[in-house]
């Protein structure tokens, strides 16, 4: 019998081809794995339970758009209401609302659009609604014809001037405010659709069907512009601030992986050895967020989840989430009924992880022993150990609470080269501390 150490520090999910196979370091207990739900790592790389959500407010109307500025704003079907608390005060109704509206949130305003063409802002410390119009010029005398903001499907303040993307252009207002702009100069035109776009200190990017340009400097008079071709996945860019350790930085997904663009413009592929798959786990994107140094991308069947504290891309439910905002750094979201936060006490969901088949260092047949968990478990589990011929082997264990090295057995049926073993958390709390093996070499294959 030899006894290995199957997992103590989760590297992540690992989708890729036998060149970069998913791992487990035997010794040191370091490995990748090849399914979750549910699931994310802790700083220091254990794997525990991803909260729930706690719903804030249930309107009587689908929910379209959520905004988070000086207020937090609901736009439901026909109505954009206030959310203060768990009340909701209708600031408007109208057939217009019927259509999902684009908004941005300024210093000043918060100000949005809708795809009638119609342009509204709402002041911060009111709840007036008002039209957006051209603003009052007060710099020498000129002959630029100024207008007001234009439309837009993504917008954005970066230094002194907002941004405006829409189809192939990205337009700036002046430095007199954000009401005047000269739409017949001031834009930067790109060859293609854009899809998103963002800022951060240092750089601004826009998303396309075939790749992103970065735009680095501080504004239009020096930006360096250059394209990165990838195969990028709308809906997927998040702009912002990471943490106070790594700053800020842009994040998307493409088909072969996570990437960055860092403020002075440089643009990394975070797991380019480890997800190549990421277009197979949905057909669709709808919103993204940052929760504790975690990017959050949500699609049609799952939520991709990658911390940037342990470098580990993890699976948990999308629980049909279509929108996200962030009010004063706390992420809320919303899916079609509900507005919703995060509830680090609901833990009724499944949850699981499994490790990759692995002939764990002795490439011969051999059968588990007994498996030994430590950690703590408030859920009844289900521990499967299966081989590469589909042969598997499932044992039950109660809510174990804190537990250092509880032995599970009834495992050994299950024979083979390399052998895989996967922990499921039926409903409850879940945190792997470690997980050990004791194998015996056994005739068979």
Not at 157 to 175: E, I, P
């Amino acid at each position: 019998m030899k006894e290995v150490v199957l997992l103590r520090v989760c590297r992540g999910m690992n989708d890729s081809g036998s060149f970069n196979a998913p791992e487990i370091n035997v010794e040191t207990g370091e490995a990748e794995i090849i399914d979750c739900k549910n699931v994310t790592t802790t700083p220091d790389g254990r794997v525990e339970t991803t909260p729930g959500y706690a719903t804030i407010v249930t309107p009587a109307d689908p929910i379209l758009a959520i905004s988070a500025g000086d207020k937090f704003l609901v736009q439901t079907e026909g109505t954009l209401s206030k959310l203060l608390g768990t009340t909701l005060t209708t600031l408007d109704s109208s057939t217009a609302l019927e259509n999902t509206a684009a908004f941005v949130n300024t210093l000043i305003d918060t100000r949005f659009n809708l795809p009638d063409g119609s342009k509204y802002k709402i002041k911060n410390g009111v709840d007036t609604i008002t039209e957006l119009g051209v603003g009052q010029y007060s710099g020498p005398p000129t002959s630029i014809t100024y207008y007001g903001m234009p439309v837009f499907t993504s917008a954005f303040v970066h230094n002194s001037k907002l941004y405006a993307a829409y189809g192939s252009f990205l337009q700036y207002s002046s430095g007199y405010g954000y009401d005047l702009w000269n739409l017949a100069d001031d834009f930067i035109p790109c060859y293609k659709t854009i899809w998103q776009a963002g800022a951060i200190p240092g750089c601004v990017v826009t998303t396309h069907s075939d790749g992103i340009i970065v735009y680095s400097g501080s504004g239009p008079a020096n930006f360096a512009k250059r394209f990165y071709p990838c195969p990028v996945i709308n809906r997927t860019l998040w702009s912002g601030l990471v943490s106070r350790v790594i700053g800020h930085l842009h994040v998307f997904l493409a088909e072969n992986g996570l990437y960055i663009v860092t403020p002075d413009g440089q643009v990394k592929n975070l797991t380019e050895e480890s997800m190549d798959n990421i277009k197979a786990l949905n057909t669709s994107y709808t919103a993204t967020t940052m929760a504790d140094g975690k990017y959050i991308a949500y699609g049609n069947n799952t939520a991709i989840d990658y911390s940037f504290k342990t470098k580990a891309f993890m699976k948990r439910d999308a629980n049909g989430i279509i929108a996200t905002t962030l009010k004063d750094g706390i992420p809320f979201f919303a899916s079609a009924s509900k507005v919703l936060s995060l509830d680090e006490t609901n833990f009724s969901h499944e949850s699981s992880i499994t490790l990759p088949f692995s002939d764990l260092s002795a490439p011969q047949a051999k059968r588990f022993h007994c498996l030994y968990l430590t950690g703590e478990f408030k859920g009844a589990l289900t521990i499967t150990v299966s081989n590469q011929r589909g042969d598997s082997v499932s044992v039950d264990a109660p809510k174990l609470g804190l537990v250092h090295q509880y032995r599970v057995n009834g495992i050994s049926p299950c024979i083979g080269t390399n052998l895989s073993v996967k922990i499921k958390c039926k409903s409850g709390y879940m945190r792997i501390e470690e997980l050990r093996g004791v194998y015996i070499p056994t005739a068979g294959r």
